[in-house]
């Protein structure tokens, strides 16, 4: 028989496991805390939704939505899709289910995206974001709270060291096509210099060129009109008041007039919280103001800010994080006594404590395997001599609850007689 090949994983996909998968765990964990400190309302969403959530919303000229997009027909004829990012399918829930009712509502939600792009460190196909969106508010005291929360997570991440919060406002409807027109003229005397993608950028998306990667653009990039001379005074009154906001809560900001999101939909504040940790992939939350999406979904004009950022990299910053070692580790060195240690072991367990058992395998050998499981108390049930007996060991494993695990077993001794 023809030897059978093992499938290999979708590129570009992981399979976490250990310290990389405790680490996302842990900006989960925290995301999950922080964001119920703002009061924002947890969601859970499709994985997949129309294609058009995601075509109308974004763009169709964006690169997300022209080149890496996971579509396909299904069984029905519909045509689908994976969702890429997390806003446009926030923003139909809020439609569908008529939401409109709550306003303004502070959602999150976490969980996996999928774009078709070049897999290198910290870019992947399959991928992870936490997302905290703001609807229906249209004041910058919202704008500036949303930054707060992420702020303050990444505080409590203990990755804000390094990290600098770059702030830019892209106007009011007006302002940015006032600034669009400037930076097309503008992009048009300058064309030779620039790479092929930002040309094709000339014709769809011209405000994308300000963020390309490519060094050949960076240059005429970074002299192109800034959205100052173009705003009008009522998106330079909004703009004062979210940096005021965010001086009075005490975030420290950056203005960084060329920012621009890759995104059609944002209007006034465009955000990104930026590392030089991660080489090329430097961004690690990003966001702004999309009053336009909602209309866009065929729905009433509705004010609206976010952030989403990306899991893998906000885990790989993490320097510390809340692993989750073995309380007590019960071995049974005798047949014997197998049945002693399962009842304690399930005693253990349900008072909360993480416990193993090691009752299987040859006796000689389960104290060395409770050992190497390197927990904060092991107990040992023995027959020596033909006479029980049972032994303590305490180690330093870094466990948090040692004295609940100390007082926990001494209960348990004095009420067994053990
Ligand atoms: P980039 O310029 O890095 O492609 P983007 O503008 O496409 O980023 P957003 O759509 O704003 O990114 O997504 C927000 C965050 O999600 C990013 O800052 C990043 O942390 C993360 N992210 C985006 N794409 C990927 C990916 N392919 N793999 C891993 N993380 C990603
Ligand atoms: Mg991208």
Redesign the pocket.
């Known amino acids: 028989m023809a030897k059978i090949q093992t499938p290999q994983p979708v590129r570009g996909t992981q399979d976490m496991f250990g310290e990389t998968e405790e680490r996302f765990a842990y900006v989960v964990a925290t995301f999950e805390r922080v964001r119920r400190l703002y009061g924002f309302k947890g969601l859970q969403l499709p994985v997949i939704e129309p294609t058009a959530v995601f075509s109308r919303s974004l763009g169709e000229a964006t690169d ?1 939505v022209s080149k890496e997009m996971y579509t396909f027909e299904d069984r029905g004829g519909d045509s689908i899709s994976l969702r890429p ?1 997390f806003t446009a399918g926030v923003a139909r829930a809020y439609l569908t289910n008529g939401w409109q009712q709550y306003a303004p509502m502070k959602l999150s939600v976490h969980g996996p995206l999928f ?1 078709y ?1 070049r897999p290198q460190k ?4 399959q ?1 992870h ?1 936490i997302d905290a969106e703001i609807i229906g508010a249209a004041e910058p005291v919202a704008d500036v709270e949303l930054l707060g929360m992420a702020d303050q997570l990444l505080k409590e991440l203990g990755i804000n060291k390094g990290v600098t919060l770059q702030l830019n406002t892209l106007g009011d409807t007006q302002s940015r096509d006032a600034w669009r027109a400037a930076l097309i003229a503008y992009f048009n005397d300058h064309k030779v210099g620039l790479s092929e993608d930002s040309l094709a950028r000339l014709e769809k998306n011209p405000l994308r060129i300000l963020d390309s990667k490519d060094p050949k653009d960076r240059p005429i990039a970074d002299a192109a009109p800034a959205i100052d001379d173009y705003l009008s005074g009522e998106a330079q009154d909004f703009f004062g008041a979210v940096t005021s906001g965010l001086d009075a809560a005490g975030v420290t900001w950056e203005r960084n007039a060329r920012l621009v ?2 995104l059609d939909y944002y209007r006034h504040t465009a955000f990104e919280f930026v590392t030089d940790r991660l080489g090329a ?1 430097g ?4 966001g702004g103001r999309y009053d336009g999406l909602i209309e866009n979904l065929g729905g009433p004009a509705t004010p609206a800010v976010g952030w ?3 899991i ?2 906000l885990a790989m910053l993490v320097d510390v994080w809340e692993s989750f070692p073995i309380e007590i580790a019960v071995v049974a060195e005798h047949e014997l006594r197998v049945e002693e240690a399962i009842k304690l072991v399930v005693k253990c367990r349900n008072a909360g404590f993480r416990s193993e058992q090691f009752i299987s395998g040859s006796p000689r050998k389960r104290f060395d395997k409770a050992r190497k499981s390197e927990p904060a108390i092991l107990v040992s049930f023995d027959i020596r001599e033909g006479k029980e007996t049972n032994t303590f060991a305490w180690f330093d494993n870094g466990s948090t609850r040692i004295e609940e695990v100390k007082a926990f077993l001494q209960q348990f001794e004095n009420e067994s007689g053990f």
């Open positions: 997300v990012e774009r792009e910290g870019r992947y196909r991928f974001q999101r890759g992939q961004t690690v939350l990003g989403a950022a990306g893998e990299r």
